[in-house]
């Protein structure tokens, strides 16, 4: 039996008969393993009880402030400056880790030397330390008596813990390993080929490095820096030991959530989370959409 296949996907044989073809749904490729729905229906309902519930119940729950209750909560110096402090700090140092973490990453990469293996798993080092165990060994070597700190106060009259520079240095040791694992992937896999070219044809380093490695690796790259501040801004047990706490100064939004709820403050912590989610849901897909367009413009 010979049949033919129309621009519909019907198969028509001898005599007339047809036989029609459920046609694929345009929004998922065609796979040959099944259970499309089922892995589906699985990933919604895992992503709403463990991502979406929760963050619903916390916005439910700073509305039962209203409005103008809501923004008098998110509006008070001491919650203005916390704001300060973990953005601003935890961009500052998700800034130095982008810097830092791809000279990490290409050293890693393009260099062999004694000891190479010690430090690429030395890198990982802020994944397995719990965080209170890092801001007490940071606030030990820098405090004013510390290894570090005392040097630094004599020789330079510079105080790292308990100021915002112990922040920045605790928010630094945590989010290193995302931007030179991101990024290190990147430089692996890219041809040197492609720099031997560049240099045949006159380019120099720099242009080379601007030309063909930066737009290779500027998506892992803005994707490391994400990550980085976003584990900053939610950093709570190493930073408290170095922070100091002090209201308007050097206190944090995780911290501050956490003594609303002590003094039973409900509401207000939950508005205090609202505010701090909105603010990190906007920056975050500011950066996402950054990412695209760079891999789209980089794709052409």
């Not at 259970?35 to 439910?60: E, K, N, Q, R, W």
């Not at 982008?98 to 430090?119: M, S």
């Not at 007490?136 to 105080?159: C, D, H, R, T, V």
């Not at 380019?203 to 994707?223: D, G, K, N, Y």
Request: contains cysteine; glycine residues 10%; aromatic residues 12%.
């Amino acid at each position: 039996m010979v049949a033919a296949a129309d621009s519909d996907g019907a198969l028509a044989g001898k005599g007339g008969a047809v036989t029609v073809r459920a046609p694929v749904p345009l929004f998922r490729k065609p796979s040959i393993l099944p259970g499309f729905g089922l892995t589906l229906g699985f990933t919604l309902s895992y992503l709403g009880f463990i991502v979406l519930v929760p963050l619903a119940a916390l916005i439910v729950r700073s509305s039962g402030l209203g409005w103008s209750g809501f923004w008098s909560a998110v509006t008070t110096p001491r919650v203005l400056a916390a704001f300060e402090v973990s953005f601003g700090l935890s961009f500052a140092a998700a800034l130095t880790n982008a810097i830092f973490g791809f000279l990490v990453a290409w050293v890693l990469v393009r260099y062999d030397f004694p000891g190479k293996r010690l430090v690429d798993a030395l890198v990982d080092l802020p994944f397995a330390l719990p965080t209170a165990v890092a801001g007490i060994a940071l606030s030990a070597l820098y405090a004013p008596n510390g290894w570090l700190g005392k040097p630094l106060n004599e020789l330079f009259g510079m105080k790292v813990a308990f100021t915002p520079l112990g922040i920045a240095i605790a928010l630094t040791f945590i989010g290193l390993p995302f931007v030179v694992r991101t990024v290190q992937p990147i430089l692996q896999d890219l041809p040197a080929e492609e720099e031997e070219a560049a240099a045949s044809l006159g380019a120099s380093r720099f242009q080379t490095f601007c030309s063909v490695i930066l737009p290779a690796i500027l998506p892992a790259l803005v994707t490391g820096f994400a990550l980085s501040f976003a584990r900053g801004v939610g950093e709570y047990g190493s930073v408290i030991f170095i922070a100091g706490n002090m209201p308007g100064l050097t206190e944090i939004l995780p911290l501050l959530i956490v003594i609303k709820l002590e003094q039973y403050d409900y509401a207000g912590a939950a508005a205090v989370g609202t505010a701090m989610l909105g603010v990190s849901f906007v920056m975050l897909l500011i950066l996402n959409l950054l990412q695209q367009w760079m891999r789209s413009r980089h794709a052409r």
